[in-house]
DNA sequence: AAACTCA
C-alpha cells in the first residue's frame, strides 16, 4: 500500500528536491500527514434525543445517544438480524469504523497467509476456584448479536487462546489476572465481555442533571498511542451495539474531549492524568463502574503509575472490589507485582497462556556485543542489509535508553539518509502521532522510539526491533520485542549488548534459551559472571505462569486480605496442555482469525 | 530512565 523507504529515497530524489536534503526534525513530517479530520458525522443531529447515556441529559437539552431506537432486532438476545444494515438511516450518525462493506460471505472468512498453528501448544494454567471452562469458538459464547457481526467483521474467525480461556470468566464476573505473550489478543479479551456485559444493563439509570458523566466501564493504559489504539479496536467492537466508547488523554485540548464525554460515555478508555484531572474537576464519577481494566497492568502499578492508579481506584468515588469486576492483563506480571494487584481484586482467577514474561518464539533473537561507540555504525550495517533483504513494506523499530537519545540517533539516520522519524515523551502530542502514522504507512519506515512505544502498540509489518540500547528490566525487553511477531506471524530482534548490560545478562540468556533461540557462547559466559543475587526469579518448570500465591511464600504478608486462596482454593485450576482434551489443545484444527488487525494485544 | 494532567 505504501511506500517502502526505497520507494520513499527514490520519490525524493525524483521530486527534484536535488538530494534528499537534510530536513531538522522539528520542521520534517509537515507535509502530507492530514491532521486528525473531523469524521464525517459531527453527531450534530442529535438534539432531541431523549439520552439514555448522558445522566446530566448532555449539555444543551441531552445530545444524547441511543441508536437502538427503531430498531427492534437489534441489540442483545440474537432476535432479528439488525445492526449492520440500518446505515443511512437519518439520525443513526455512528461512523463506520470499518470504513467499507466488508464482504461478509464465508470466503472471505478463509483467511490465507496466517500461521495457523502459531498458538495451539502454548500451556494454559488457571488457579483460583472454580473457574469457567475455556470455548473453542464465538458461537460458543453468549455475546450478543449485534457484538457477534462486529466480530466477523473484523475477520475473526476463531478466539485466540487468551480470548478462549479469559472471556467465559469473564463473562461469569469474576476478577481475572490475565497473562498473554505480545500479540495474542488481549485487547479484545476484555472489551467483548465490557461490551457484552453493558449491552445487558442498558436499561441502567444514571444519575443525571449535573455535567458529571457517569461511565459503566473505565479502560487505563500506561501510554496516550496505547489508550487511542484501544479506542479505536473497542469502536470497532462496539458498533452499533448502542455502547459508546469515549477516550482522553492528555497533550491535546480538554475541551473537545469534555464534549464527547457529555453525549454520553458507557466505556471510557484514558491515560490516569487525565483521567484524575477529570475526576478532580468532576466531569467525571466512577460511582457507576461496573468493569474496571488496566492494560499492561504490571506497568501500570509499578513505581511510577502505582499513586496515580490507587488514587483512581481507591481514593475517588469508585465502587470497591468485589462492588466491580477487576481485570488486568499484560505479557509480563512479576510477582511483587502481582501482590500489589491483589488490592484492586476479590476471589480473583489466575490466568497465564504460555509461561508468565515469556516472549514467543515466532521472534528471532539475536544478540550482538556492540560497544558503545560502535553502535551507530552497526546500526547503519544492520539497515543496509535489510535494505537488501527485506520486503519493501517492512517496517524497523529502534528502542534507545532516553529521549535525548532519541532524537540524536533520528538526526544521525536522516542525515545519512535513512527516513527516519521519533517518538518519545518530549515531542508534542501531534508529533508522536504523526510521526507513529508516518511509521505505519511507510512514509518513514524507521521509527527511533523510548519505551514509550515498548508496550501493547499493534504496528502492522514491523519485521525487526533493533535493542539499540537494551532495557535495564528483562520484562521491558520482552515488550519492546513484541512489537513484531504478532498475530502469527513472524519478527526479528536484534540487541546490542555491552558491558553495560552485564547486569541483564543471565535473564537475557534464560529467556532466549526458553523461547528456543540460539544463545551466544559469550552471553553464556556473561550469565554465569553476572550470576549473583540479582535479576528477577523466572520459575523454572517447563509449564505454566506463576501465581504468585502459589509461590509457597504467601505467609509473608500475613494478615493481606483473606481472598488469596480463592472461594474454592486451587482445586478449580490446573494445567490444561496441548494434548489433553481439557483445554483448546484438543482443537482438531487449530488457527483463528484471519487478516486479524489489531484486537492483538 | 520513561511514562503519566494542566498550568
Redesign the pocket.
Given at each position: 500500500m505504501s511506500a517502502s523507504w526505497a520507494d520513499v529515497a527514490d520519490s525524493e530524489k525524483a521530486a527534484s528536491r536535488a538530494k534528499p536534503a537534510y530536513v531538522p526534525p522539528h520542521l520534517r513530517n509537515r507535509q502530507s500527514e492530514p491532521v486528525a479530520h473531523l469524521p464525517q458525522n459531527d453527531r450534530g443531529g442529535y438534539g432531541g434525543q431523549p439520552s439514555r447515556w448522558a445522566p446530566g441529559g448532555g449539555v444543551g437539552g441531552g445530545g444524547g445517544y441511543r441508536n437502538d431506537v427503531g430498531r427492534p432486532g437489534q441489540g442483545y438476545g440474537g432476535r432479528g438480524s439488525g445492526g449492520w444494515n440500518n446505515r443511512g438511516g437519518g439520525w443513526d450518525r455512528e461512523v463506520n469504523p470499518f470504513g467499507d462493506d466488508a464482504d461478509l460471505e464465508p470466503a472471505v472468512l478463509e483467511n490465507t497467509g496466517i500461521n495457523f498453528d502459531a498458538y495451539e501448544d502454548i500451556p494454559v494454567e488457571t488457579s483460583g476456584g472454580d473457574v469457567p471452562p475455556p470455548v473453542n469458538t464465538f458461537a460458543d459464547i453468549d455475546l450478543g448479536e449485534a457484538l457477534n457481526l462486529n466480530i466477523r467483521r473484523c475477520k475473526y474467525v476463531r478466539p485466540t487462546p487468551v480470548q478462549r480461556n479469559a472471556i467465559p470468566i469473564l463473562l461469569a464476573e469474576r476478577d481475572l489476572m490475565a497473562c498473554a505473550q505480545t500479540g495474542s489478543g488481549k485487547t479484545a479479551a476484555f472489551c467483548f465481555p465490557i461490551i457484552s456485559g453493558i449491552m445487558r444493563d442498558q436499561h441502567l439509570q444514571r444519575p443525571r442533571g449535573s455535567r458529571t458523566v457517569y461511565p459503566l466501564a473505565v479502560i487505563l493504559?500506561?501510554?496516550?498511542?496505547l489508550a487511542s489504539q484501544i479506542h479505536d479496536e473497542a469502536k470497532k467492537f462496539a458498533y452499533q451495539t448502542g455502547v459508546k466508547v469515549v477516550v482522553?488523554?492528555?497533550?491535546?485540548?480538554?475541551n473537545q474531549q469534555l464534549r464527547e464525554l457529555e453525549r454520553g460515555v458507557d466505556i471510557l478508555v484514558?491515560?490516569?492524568?487525565?483521567?484524575?484531572?477529570l475526576l478532580?474537576r468532576a466531569r467525571v464519577s466512577m460511582q457507576m463502574i461496573k468493569f474496571l481494566a488496566l492494560d499492561e497492568a504490571d506497568?501500570m502499578l509499578?513505581?511510577?503509575?502505582e499513586p496515580?492508579i490507587r488514587k483512581i481506584v481507591e481514593q475517588m468515588d469508585m465502587p470497591p472490589r468485589g462492588m466491580r469486576q477487576t481485570m488486568l492483563f499484560s505479557a509480563t506480571f512479576p510477582s511483587e507485582i502481582q501482590r500489589l494487584a491483589a488490592d484492586f481484586l476479590s476471589n480473583y482467577i489466575f490466568l497465564a497462556v504460555g509461561r508468565v514474561g515469556s516472549s514467543t518464539d515466532l521472534i528471532a533473537q539475536r544478540v550482538e556485543y556492540v560497544h558503545e561507540a560502535d553502535k551507530k555504525s552497526h546500526l547503519m550495517d544492520l539497515l543496509h542489509a535489510q535494505r537488501e533483504t527485506q520486503d519493501k513494506q517492512s517496517l524497523t523499530l529502534v528502542f534507545v535508553?532516553?529521549?535525548?537519545?532519541?532524537d540524536a540517533l533520528e538526526n544521525w539516520l536522516c542525515m545519512n539518509e535513512f527516513p527516519a522519524t521519533s517518538?518519545?515523551?518530549?515531542?508534542t502530542?501531534q508529533e508522536?502521532e504523526v510521526a507513529l502514522r508516518s511509521f505505519k504507512t511507510g512514509r518513514t519506515p524507521i521509527l527511533v522510539?523510548?519505551?514509550?512505544?515498548a508496550r501493547g502498540l499493534d504496528i502492522p509489518h514491523v519485521a525487526h526491533v533493533v535493542n539499540f540500547d537494551l532495557?535495564?528490566?528483562i520484562d521491558?525487553y520482552v515488550h519492546r520485542i513484541g512489537r513484531t511477531g504478532r498475530a502469527g506471524k513472524s519478527g526479528i530482534a536484534t540487541a546490542f549488548f555491552n558491558e553495560k548490560n552485564a547486569q541483564l545478562a543471565r535473564q537475557l540468556a534464560e529467556l532466549m534459551q526458553e523461547a528456543n533461540q540460539e544463545v551466544p557462547e559469550w552471553l553464556t559466559r556473561y550469565a554465569s559472571r553476572a550470576s549473583f543475587g540479582g535479576g528477577k526469579k523466572r520459575g523454572g518448570g517447563r509449564f505454566g505462569g506463576r501465581d504468585f500465591r502459589r509461590e509457597g511464600s504467601f505467609g509473608s504478608g500475613g494478615g493481606r486480605g483473606n481472598d488469596y486462596y480463592g472461594g474454592g482454593g486451587y482445586g478449580g485450576g490446573g494445567y490444561s496442555g496441548a494434548p489433553s482434551g481439557g483445554g483448546y489443545g484438543g482443537a482438531p484444527s487449530g488457527g483463528y482469525g484471519g487478516g486479524v488487525t489489531s484486537a492483538w494485544d
Open positions: 493504559s500506561p501510554t496516550r498511542e482522553a488523554y492528555g497533550g491535546t485540548p480538554i484514558a491515560t490516569p492524568g487525565r483521567l484524575n484531572d478532580e506497568r509499578d513505581m511510577g503509575f496515580q535508553e532516553t529521549k535525548r537519545s532519541a517518538i518519545h515523551g518530549d515531542r502530542q508522536r522510539a523510548t519505551d514509550v512505544a532495557p535495564n528490566d521491558d
